[in-house]
Nanobody, 125 residues
Framework: VQLQASGGGLVQAGGSLRLSCAASGDTFSRYTISWFRQAPGKEREFVAGIRWSGGSTFSADSVKARFTISRDNAKNTVYLQMNSLKSEDTAVYYC???????????????????WGQGTQVTVSS
């Protein structure tokens, strides 16, 4: 499984960005794809996720009203639309994939076996 994250950049506070995660190497109908982020000096944290089959989504409370995760089946790509960005959203964003169906672990780093290379998001205030 290969994951290619892209779309990061520098944006002013209040602006928007859309991240993309292109997935390849398997059939993803049994996977959950999620975005995590890691700011300097902090642990990696869950942002948002989507079950490929059925498209159910879940997200962290800190981004729930501002970020939207979606998928394009034809392109094998997951998107993270980020609106109303804040300086505290500055981080390297990673997409990750898991075949685990254990719902309680869906937001934990250790549940994800496959990771993309990360894309930097910088929000200036």
């Amino acid at each position: 499984v290969q994951l290619q994250a892209s779309g990061g950049g520098l944006v002013q506070a209040g602006g928007s960005l859309r991240l993309s995660c292109a997935a390849s190497g398997d059939t993803f109908s049994r996977y959950t794809i999620s975005w995590f982020r890691q700011a300097p000096g902090k642990e990696r944290e869950f942002v948002a996720g989507i079950r490929w089959s059925g498209g159910s989504t879940f997200s962290a409370d800190s981004v729930k009203a501002r970020f939207t995760i979606s998928r394009d089946n034809a392109k094998n790509t997951v998107y993270l639309q980020m609106n109303s960005l804040k300086s505290e959203d500055t981080a390297v964003y990673y997409c990750a994939a898991t075949r685990s169906s254990i719902w309680s672990t869906r937001t934990t780093v250790s549940a994800y076996a496959y990771w993309g290379q990360g894309t930097q998001v910088t929000v200036s205030s």
